[in-house]
């Protein structure tokens, strides 16, 4: 059982930066990729980026591929979500997320995770 809590959203302006932060707790944080996941009012939960259990590989989906930097730090049990160049399409709940231990693929489908946080909402005003 891996408990997640999400931190860090707010408001901000295009253009602006946000570093959002999610800390587990409950099973070894080290044997789990983590994954973050954000969704829009009336839109469907969507992949934002993954991270392998070590560290070590790094996946990101295309809308924010070189803005945004997942990195984890297994020593605090957290995940981090670094946003820069922040647009307001970006705009939406974002959860962190994970499901069995020491899995060797990252899934981008939410139903794949069985563990999330409850969210923390980002606004990007234009």
């Known amino acids: 059982q891996v408990q997640l809590v999400e931190s860090g959203g707010g408001l901000v302006q295009a253009g602006g930066s946000l570093r959002l932060s999610c800390t587990a707790s409950g099973s070894t944080f080290s044997a789990y990729n983590m994954v973050w996941f954000r969704q829009a009012p009336g839109k469907e939960r969507d992949f934002v980026a993954a991270i392998s259990w070590s560290g070590g590989r790094t996946y990101y989906a295309d809308s924010v591929k070189g803005r945004f930097t997942i990195s984890r730090d297994n020593a605090k049990n957290t995940v981090y979500l670094q946003m820069t160049s922040l647009k307001p399409e970006d705009t939406a709940v974002y959860f962190c997320?994970?499901?069995?231990?020491?899995?060797?693929?990252?899934?981008?489908?939410?139903?794949?995770?069985?563990?999330w946080g409850q969210g923390t909402q980002v606004t990007v005003s234009s």
């Open positions: 997320a994970t499901d069995q231990p020491w899995r060797s693929t990252f899934y981008t489908r939410p139903e794949e995770y069985e563990y």
